[in-house]
């Protein structure tokens, strides 16, 4: 199957964009994160586009970025972390080595301090982020085939343990 490598898949804050790169550089490949591709894409942050076109509008945007990226990419990819809400998505997924970076509620607030406006977590985002995690974990865990879980880890350990766990060869 020609593709990525390796694809990164992952709430905010468990370290996709940091360990990929990481990843990337270990494996003697390049990066790439769909979440950039969108950005590039529609010349505005993806907040914005949550905002200014709604989320159903960004989904779409997202899913032709996944689909272009696995069709085109053959480094390390990191995909938004509502990527895997499609089902054509999940499906284009199956067979890739595809590695969840779990990442817990506090450890998430750290890294990216879920005090600060996200559009999917107005209102209350820790309540929200747990929300979005009991509907988004099932469908991580069921596109991957390495659970690594990155609390207390630097992103050097991560991507150790992801090398490990999908017995990727470094560069």
């Known amino acids: 199957m020609s ?18 790169a990481l990843l990337a550089e270990r494996l003697g490949v390049g ?10 894409s529609a010349g505005k942050p993806v907040a ?5 076109e709604g ?3 960004f989904r779409e945007l997202e899913a032709a970025a996944v689909r272009t ?7 390390v990819l990191s995909l938004g972390g509502g990527a895997v809400l499609r089902d054509d998505t999940r499906e284009l997924l199956a067979g890739r ?7 817990g509620q506090h450890e998430a607030v750290k890294r990216v301090g879920l005090d600060a406006p996200r559009p999917l977590l107005i209102g209350n985002p820790r309540a929200r982020w747990r929300e979005l ?5 099932p469908l991580y865990t069921e596109v991957a085939r390495a659970v690594v879980a990155t609390d207390g880890l630097t992103p050097d350990q991560v991507a150790a343990a992801v090398l490990d766990a999908l017995e990727l060869e470094k560069s």
């Open 3 to 20: 593709g990525p490598v390796l694809v990164l898949v992952g709430p905010p804050g468990s370290g996709k964009s940091t360990v990929g």
């Open 31 to 40: 990066y790439r994160d769909t979440d950039a591709d969108i950005v590039a």
């Open 48 to 52: 914005d586009v949550f905002v200014d």
């Open 55 to 57: 989320e159903p509008h």
């Open 69 to 75: 990226a696995l069709a085109e990419h053959t480094g």
């Open 97 to 103: 080595r595809v590695a969840f970076l779990e990442v």
């Open 133 to 137: 995690m009991e509907q988004r974990r």
